[in-house]
């Protein structure tokens, strides 16, 4: 090559353009446009990054059914996707908690209909390092609030938050020793935030006067991976994800106990959310547009395989815990139904 | 100084310094550390390149056509990169096609024909600016403009969030990167040259044809690709314009009709799997990463062997 006379190369270089060209054409031309016959459309699914993962799965099954079907499903976090929901993006809203009022606002305001639709079962797990032996197995809500609560800004040590806990009571691990506290969690935008807040905060912010919220000062991210590295990173640290995210990450993280009700110290496991003794549990849902289900096939379609024994089996095969029959039931009598609104709240 | 100098004085310190044997303190010290800067930046690559090339390395191995070819996926095993791959072409070409016309039109512009005025010195500052945006701000303007406004030509059965916005996106981010370098290029033609070519009668035009291009062809090629290779690794962009990242049918169609249909691309993917908890997702998070790094690669190849073609034959 490096004797070759310049003449020789100059006339190769057309050539060589000619011959890229004539590829890039080829397949342009030999891509087919679509298939023929079958159902075709497209579905856009975004939403929770808790609920991603079952309608990934769901995605995944009815495409190899439906091939020319387009679906795309993302993870944004739930407001996101209710945010996307009621401009009229897209086609289902994964939600890991119920449509908000201003939410449902939103929606009429763009004279969208939702078909709300419960399809699992999550809890939250709350973790730490599986190095952690300072803390002990088991916390209760005031625990989880004298840590992470909206009066626990600037605790960056355990123990930091023994005085709030003192004056709490009902605490289980507390007083805790003098160790690092690095909280990561999910962002505001998510879902599962939301759900800790309702779940572990809200009561206890109520009876004090403080707002229903967490600390502002913990590491925040929407995506649960990114809490469960986090987690990972200090042998102290405190952090919450969906319970799947944690199933799927076992080996790199320990979950707390967490005192129900009765006093008991309860761990997540399917059961224990099934029955709902475990405390911090949660329904996970999808919103479908109402009024493209009428005009796209796909769509309908897609919602009935979603809610078919083979799509609902999904709900496990990711670490979710299945809706009792008759709770199936009743999310399939709604879907047969068609019927829009928020349904419990 | 000449007075209060003996006269012997200057022979005898030359004398010195050629014959004595004092240790050069200061210049060792600044070579060493010259030397010390180049090591720390060939060790920091070679780190990255063995981790990645030895993290993706099983997937690339045991199942490389599935790996290239294959779809997103939630299981490690199954994934693939071809969508990616796909998102990560298009946006190529458009980069190509639009960025580069017009950044190396602009630049000769700049250099050959605007008069030295205070306003051509403001565009020149304002462009050297744009080049120092973050790229998030590009994403904004891009999801404003692109997604939203131009939705119904970009992607009208998908909101706009496609390719097409994503690649004009990424070519206005490269825009200034490719005016400035080509302006740089052109501003390092030699005048004798222009003025060689006025003197035997030629236009500007011909002038910047037949000598200024040909002499900055190279430079313009460089800064160019460098432009090219940004835009191919940029993910903050597409995470604003809408790159899908969990589930994606058909997005590795080459068919120019699916321009407008949902897409993702190599950056978004890596972003993706990067975060992802399963244990299969780091191995062929790192083989994505193999892949992207050879493409870019394969980008600056084409750019040097180019170039020194046309030196050659300069």
Known sequence: ????????????????????????????????????????????????????????????????????????????????????????????????????????????????????????????????????????????????YSVVGPESRRFDRWSDANSLAAELGETHAAPFPDVALDVTGPGEESGTYDSFVEIVIEEIAAERGQPEQTRPDYQASADDNVVVQGVTGTDTSLGWVGYAFFKSNKSQLKAFEIVNEDGACVAATPSSLADGSYPISRPLFIYVHAEKVEDNEALSEFVDFYLSDEGIASVTEVGYVVLTPGELEATKDAWEARETGARDT | MIGTTPATYAPEAVRKRLQGKRFDAKGFAFSACLLAALLITVTLLAVLLYDVINGGWSVLTSRPIEFLTGSLSS???????????????????????????????????????????????????????????????????????????????????????????????????????????????????????????????????????????????????????????????????????????????????????????????????????????QPGFETATAAAIVVLLAVVLVANATAILLRNRYEKRR
């Open chain 1, 1 to 144: 090559m490096r004797h070759s006379a310049p003449a020789q190369g100059r006339l190769k270089a057309p050539s060589h353009l000619a011959r890229l060209l004539a590829a890039l054409l080829t397949a342009a031309a030999c891509a087919s446009p679509g298939g023929a016959g079958g159902l075709a459309g497209s579905i856009v699914i975004s939403g929770s990054s808790t609920v991603e993962p079952i309608s990934i799965a769901v995605a995944e099954k009815f495409h190899e059914r439906h091939p020319v079907v387009d679906i795309s499903v993302d993870g944004p976090g739930t407001g996101d996707g209710f945010e996307l929901f009621c401009d009229g993006e897209i086609h289902i809203s994964n939600a890991s908690r119920p449509i908000r009022p201003a939410e449902i606002a939103d929606c009429e305001d763009n004279d969208i209909q939702f078909i709300e639709l419960k399809i699992a079962i999550d809890g939250i797990a709350v973790l730490t390092s599986p190095n952690n032996n300072a803390i002990g197995e088991c916390l209760s809500f005031a625990d989880l």
């Open chain 2, 75 to 277: 299981a490690a095993a199954d994934a693939g990169i071809g969508q990616g791959l796909r998102g990560t072409f298009f946006i190529a070409v458009f980069v190509i096609l639009v960025a580069f016309p017009i950044g190396i039109g602009a630049a000769i512009y700049l250099e050959e024909y605007a008069p030295s005025t205070r306003l051509t010195r403001l565009i020149d500052v304002n462009i050297r600016n744009l080049a120092g945006v973050p790229s998030v701000v590009y994403g904004l303007l891009g999801f404003a403009i692109f997604v939203k406004a131009l939705g119904s030509f970009t992607g009208p059965d998908a909101n706009g969030r496609t390719v097409i916005s994503a690649g004009l996106t990424l070519a206005i981010l490269v825009l200034p990167i490719v005016i400035i370098t080509s302006a740089e290029a052109i501003r390092a033609v030699p005048d004798s040259l222009r003025e060689a070519g006025f003197g035997v009668g030629a236009t500007r035009w011909e002038v910047i044809r037949s000598h200024v291009l040909p002499y900055a062809g190279p430079g313009i090629l460089t800064g160019t690709v460098l432009a090219l290779a940004r835009a191919l690794g940029e993910a903050a962009p597409l995470i604003l314009v809408g790159a899908t990242t969990g589930f994606l049918s058909g997005g590795d169609s080459y068919n120019l009709a699916s321009l407008q249909g949902r897409f993702t691309a190599m950056p978004m993917v890596i972003y993706n799997w990067t975060g992802r908890p």
